[in-house]
């Protein structure tokens, strides 16, 4: 077989794309440069990729609480639950959708449709999650509100759709029923899709501080993220209101050794997904 060899355009665009990418690569090498230097280094010669001296105690003061630890306790728990129950309630729903003898299965669509449109408003929805459900100050105030995400759904629909029914219908002619229908043809059919909604969800659970924000109270439940807001906050203020404990506390350096920390999980969990994430979300999104 012969193989095919690259032209002069191809050649170019490949060393394009290798240059962007490690442009790309900028800001994060900056960013560990930063968290590794001397405070009043970063004061006064600003941010480098070279420190004129380096220093960890921004890792120090940022480890020396256990709240921390325990805030990326919380967000582990957070992320892998709430990635399963929305995996597995809006997969139902899509999957049920997608099948054409289901009953009202377009009003259905049409009802899940309506929140990406209109919004019942922050108020109403505070009342509901505080006054009805009584999910202030639990760890599931952090996973049920943004468990199921219609655009999630309907991307799980159209990539079922686009499964041919005759697998199911041999199924059925065997004997074999939805639910061992579900799990053991569709499911392993749609690892594209369900990786792809998988890291959305991940990283919807991972990077949302404003469910603690608004509904935790307790230190012990704090994410990692809200964790990151309070100390960028705190910074912030004293920075504004006491020049000598902005100096004396490594501000700069911490702000970044915080980003380091809370982005470290997701940047070893997306290259496993990577090889789905393209195939899925042009899948999910064209056919239907």
């Known amino acids: 077989m012969k193989k095919n060899k690259l032209g002069g ?16 690569l900028i800001p994060f090498v900056l960013a560990i440069m930063v968290s590794i230097s001397d405070e009043r280094s970063i004061i006064l010669h600003g941010y480098q990729f070279i ?36 995996l597995l309630f809006s997969s139902l729903l899509g999957y049920m959708m997608s099948v054409q ?16 449109i209109f919004s019942a408003g922050l108020v109403p929805w ?35 759709k686009s499964i ?14 939805p639910w061992y229908i579900f799990y053991k043809i569709i499911t392993p059919l749609s690892m594209p899709i369900l990786a792809t909604v998988g890291l959305f969800a991940s990283l919807s659970y991972w990077n949302d501080f404003t469910m ?35 100096v004396q506390m490594p ?9 380091l920390i809370t982005i470290g999980p997701i940047i070893l969990v997306y290259p496993y997904v990577q090889k789905y994430f393209v195939k899925g979300i042009m899948i999910g999104s064209i056919k239907g």
Do not use: C
């Open 126 to 160: 505070y009342i509901v999650v505080t006054n009805v459900l009584h999910l202030k100050n639990t760890i599931w105030a952090l996973i049920l509100p943004i468990a199921i995400s219609p655009f999630n759904i309907f991307l799980l629909r159209n990539y079922y």
């Open 251 to 259: 501000s700069e350096t911490m702000v970044f050794a915080m980003f």
């Open 212 to 246: 603690s924000l608004w509904l935790i109270d307790d230190r012990k439940l704090f994410s990692v993220q809200f964790l990151l807001y309070r100390i960028n906050s705190m910074i912030a203020y004293m920075s504004q209101h006491s020049n000598i404990a902005a």
């Open 101 to 116: 003898k289901v009953k009202y299965r377009n009003v259905i669509a049409f009802f899940i449709f309506i929140p990406i």
């Open 51 to 86: 420190p004129d001296q380096f220093s960890l105690a921004a890792y120090k003061v940022v480890f020396q609480d256990s709240i921390v630890f325990n805030a990326y306790k919380i967000t582990l728990i957070v992320t892998f639950l709430g990635t399963f129950i929305s």
């Open 9 to 24: 355009l191809d050649i170019f665009i490949y060393f394009v794309f290798i240059i962007f990418s490690l442009i790309t």
């Open 164 to 177: 041919s029914p005759a697998l199911s219908e041999s199924a059925e002619i065997d004997g074999a029923g």
